[in-house]
């Protein structure tokens, strides 16, 4: 976890939210890039769009889970276990950081936290949930497909 605390500081050290982080953290576990996908999820930045609402940590964590099983073209189906996934991901998040923190508004968080200290372990809470999670349902987070 040192490691992975490292790379998320580096990147925060480099303009990235923790939405965005978490799906840098998980495309490279796959050996890939996204550009596209990294700058479209900047919109979920600081509880979307700035905004304060929901934790980025939980929208990224939302985001990787569909990555691995959600629907890409048209050709694909989503997993029918992504809706349980999210679901276990979200009462997770709501049980575990929303009653340390206060809820799961970004500025809920920011409230108890207002030096942000504690999002980089939210954020490595979260991630480690969220690989939990595709592994208890047979997903490869190195590969991002199901097993």
């Known amino acids: 976890m040192d490691d992975m605390f490292f790379r998320m500081a580096q990147l925060k050290q480099e303009g990235f939210c923790c939405t965005q982080i978490m799906l840098i953290l998980a495309l490279e576990a796959q050996g890939k ?10 919109g979920l930045c600081f509880g979307v769009g700035m905004s304060g609402e929901i934790c980025g940590c939980l ?26 996934m999210l679901n276990d991901l979200i009462d997770w998040f ?26 980089g372990p ?6 480690g949930r969220v690989l939990e999670i595709l592994l208890e349902n047979g997903f490869d987070p190195q590969t991002g497909r199901n097993d």
């Not at 569909?66 to 276990?81: I, N, Q």
């Open 33 to 42: 890039t996204n550009e596209d996908l990294i700058r479209a999820s900047g």
């Open 59 to 84: 929208s990224g964590g939302a985001c990787l889970i569909s990555l691995c099983a959600g629907k890409g073209s048209p050709s694909e189906e989503a997993d029918h276990r992504l809706p349980l």
């Open 94 to 119: 709501r049980n575990t950081i929303g009653d340390s923190y206060g809820g799961i508004r970004c500025d809920d968080i920011l409230t108890r936290s207002p030096d942000k200290s504690a999002c």
């Open 122 to 127: 939210i954020a490595i809470t979260t991630y």
